[in-house]
């Protein structure tokens, strides 16, 4: 997001920033545990990189000169003001105060970007295009929040980036552009996701272009079950294999320093 921000920011008019840790306190611990007695303690590297690091590598960038930073390490808050974009903290993009920021904006369209919450219909209705999902999966498979763990739990792993019109059932809507990479043996759950929406960056701004142009083909297909965090006895299987969901250079990176 901060890459396509940083190269199409002409195009933007809101970013909605989610915060995935919005729970808090008892609420937030609850939920964490949860998770953890279903994938087990083998999960906690894959979610420190993605909520807790972040959080702290955001902190830490408020002592260093971010204005100096290339986007990939700027936190999005802060490369959005570097940017000049407008920027909301969104604790419920399905609340009617989101709904009339987004109508004062002036978007026409919804991207949304490894973003953890279900737009209802009535949000994507509320701009005159609709809205279009980034998913590092291959859909119609690999549906649902994890797709690259999923990918490394296949016999052979199959990687690729999709992107596909937002519809309230999650990753079903009809598919505009997808495509498959083929990643080197060893790579992380996480670092394939990194390749995977660097890789959606392009074919992002070619999407966009060719519906402003009414030109876009919308594949509809069937979805196939949803696929939520794996248990803990498939990341067990995960690491007999050899297969990682993080390793120690993901978690470098999530904290924005060099791997």
Do not use: K, W
């Not at 279903?38 to 702290?56: E, I, K, T, V």
């Amino acid at each position: 997001m901060r890459r396509f921000a940083a190269d199409h920011a002409g195009r933007i008019a809101l970013v909605g920033l989610s915060d995935p840790m919005r729970l808090h306190g008892l609420a937030e611990a609850r939920r964490t545990l949860r998770l953890l007695r279903h994938s087990g303690l083998r999960l906690l590297p894959y979610l420190a990189a993605n909520f807790a690091l972040p959080r702290l590598a955001g902190g830490l960038a408020l002592r260093r000169r971010a204005a100096a930073s290339p986007p990939e390490r700027t936190p999005l808050a802060a490369l959005c003001r570097r940017l000049g974009l407008a920027s909301a903290a969104v604790p419920d993009c399905n609340a009617p105060a989101f709904r009339a920021l987004l109508a004062d904006s002036g978007a026409e369209l919804i991207v949304t970007f490894h973003f953890d919450q279900i737009l209802t219909a009535a949000t994507i209705a509320a701009v005159p295009r609709g809205g279009i999902n980034v998913h590092p999966g291959l859909l119609p498979a690999q549906r649902g929040p994890v797709p690259t763990i999923h990918a490394l739990l296949e016999p052979t792993p199959r990687f690729a980036v999709t992107l596909h019109r937002l519809v309230p059932r999650i990753d079903a809507g009809p598919i505009l552009a997808q495509r498959s990479l083929a990643l080197p043996p060893g790579t992380t759950a996480l670092a394939a996701a990194r390749h995977l929406h660097l890789a959606a960056v392009p074919m992002l701004a070619e999407t966009l272009d060719r519906l402003a142009a009414g030109a876009a083909e919308e594949r509809v297909v069937s979805p196939l079950p949803y696929c939520g965090f794996p248990p803990a006895a498939e990341l067990r299987r995960l690491a007999r294999d050899g297969r990682r969901i993080a390793d120690r250079g993901d978690l470098l990176r999530a904290l924005r320093l060099p791997a």
